[in-house]
């Protein structure tokens, strides 16, 4: 059984920093695209950023050069580093893996909710 369990939100002040982690287990993680989506209230849920298999990675233009995508083919985690929040990035942050070929290989967390207000 495929789990992704995120953890690290919470409500921070603009300006501020906040790492989420997305634990997986139950897939071969290192075949897997990695990806963490927001959905704030009333949106959509957008492709925030992406690290591929082979360790590249893209951003959404809002959050470039604030946020960085990593992950760690032995412990099975992929995080993201949130700096320079804006009240704008508050949402419910997922974790989300894809297999690049079987695109049918698709899970989802249950998502974090990261609030940034003063």
């Known amino acids: 059984q495929v789990q992704l369990v995120e953890f690290g939100g919470g409500l921070v002040q603009p300006g501020g920093s906040v790492r989420l982690s997305c634990a997986a287990s139950?897939?071969?993680?290192?075949?897997?695209?990695m990806r963490w989506y927001r959905q704030a209230p009333g949106k959509e849920r957008d492709l925030v950023a992406i690290?591929?298999?082979?360790?590249?990675?893209d951003y959404t233009d809002s959050v470039k050069g604030r946020f960085t995508i990593s992950r760690d083919n032995v412990k099975n985690t992929v995080d993201l580093q949130m700096n320079s929040l804006k009240p704008e990035d508050t949402a419910a942050y997922y974790c989300?893996?894809?297999?690049?070929?079987?695109?049918?290989?698709?899970?989802w967390g249950q998502g974090t909710q990261v609030t940034v207000s003063s």
């Open positions: 139950g897939l071969s993680f290192r075949n897997f695209d």
């Open positions: 690290i591929t298999t082979g360790g590249s990675t």
């Open positions: 989300n893996a894809v297999h690049p070929r079987l695109g049918t290989l698709n899970y």
